[in-house]
Protein backbone atom coordinates (compact mmCIF):
# COMPACT_ATOMS: atom_id res chain seq x y z
CA UNK A 1 0.00 0.00 0.00
CA UNK A 2 1.38 3.62 -0.46
CA UNK A 3 1.48 5.76 1.85
CA UNK A 4 3.63 8.91 2.88
CA UNK A 5 5.50 10.21 5.69
CA UNK A 6 5.89 13.74 6.75
CA UNK A 7 9.23 14.47 8.99
CA UNK A 8 8.60 17.67 10.67
CA UNK A 9 11.81 17.97 13.24
CA UNK A 10 10.61 14.46 14.91
CA UNK A 11 6.51 14.83 14.47
CA UNK A 12 6.57 12.63 12.07
CA UNK A 13 3.15 11.62 10.64
CA UNK A 14 1.99 8.61 8.30
CA UNK A 15 -0.29 9.17 5.73
CA UNK A 16 -2.45 7.15 3.48
CA UNK A 17 -4.77 9.10 1.71
CA UNK A 18 -4.59 12.96 0.33
CA UNK A 19 -7.34 14.49 2.81
CA UNK A 20 -4.69 13.62 5.56
CA UNK A 21 -1.98 14.42 4.29
CA UNK A 22 -3.43 17.86 3.14
CA UNK A 23 -4.95 18.28 6.96
CA UNK A 24 -1.81 17.24 8.43
CA UNK A 25 0.38 19.96 6.53
CA UNK A 26 -2.37 22.86 6.92
CA UNK A 27 -2.22 21.90 10.48
CA UNK A 28 0.95 21.14 11.86
CA UNK A 29 3.70 22.27 8.68
CA UNK A 30 2.56 25.64 7.47
CA UNK A 31 5.35 28.23 6.96
CA UNK A 32 7.71 25.16 7.51
CA UNK A 33 10.57 22.99 5.71
CA UNK A 34 10.00 19.50 6.01
CA UNK A 35 10.47 16.20 3.85
CA UNK A 36 8.27 14.16 2.53
CA UNK A 37 8.70 10.56 1.87
CA UNK A 38 6.76 8.93 -0.10
CA UNK A 39 6.64 4.76 0.05
CA UNK A 40 5.35 2.95 -2.72
CA UNK A 41 4.36 -0.55 -3.02
CA UNK A 42 7.67 -2.99 -2.62
CA UNK A 43 9.26 -0.86 -0.34
CA UNK A 44 10.71 1.76 -3.25
CA UNK A 45 10.83 5.33 -1.26
CA UNK A 46 10.62 8.97 -2.89
CA UNK A 47 11.48 11.79 -0.91
CA UNK A 48 10.85 15.29 -1.33
CA UNK A 49 12.14 18.48 0.56
CA UNK A 50 9.65 21.25 0.37
CA UNK A 51 8.33 24.69 2.15
CA UNK A 52 4.81 24.63 2.95
CA UNK A 53 2.86 27.87 2.41
CA UNK A 54 -0.08 29.16 4.72
CA UNK A 55 -2.48 28.06 2.11
CA UNK A 56 -1.00 23.90 1.80
CA UNK A 57 0.90 24.23 -1.26
CA UNK A 58 3.87 22.79 -1.56
CA UNK A 59 7.13 24.18 -3.18
CA UNK A 60 10.76 22.54 -3.77
CA UNK A 61 13.13 23.87 -0.86
CA UNK A 62 15.96 23.21 -2.86
CA UNK A 63 16.60 23.59 -6.81
CA UNK A 64 14.34 25.21 -8.76
CA UNK A 65 11.65 25.31 -6.00
CA UNK A 66 8.40 24.76 -8.43
CA UNK A 67 5.14 24.11 -6.74
CA UNK A 68 4.79 20.80 -6.42
CA UNK A 69 0.67 19.55 -6.82
CA UNK A 70 -0.55 17.45 -4.04
CA UNK A 71 -1.82 14.96 -6.98
CA UNK A 72 2.20 14.26 -7.25
CA UNK A 73 1.50 11.98 -4.52
CA UNK A 74 -0.82 9.03 -5.75
CA UNK A 75 -2.53 7.82 -2.70
Do not use: W
Amino acid sequence: MNCVTVKNFGKNAKCYCLASLKRILLTQCTQKSVAIIHTFTGELNKTFFVTVRDDGTLFETYGEQKEIPLSTFKL
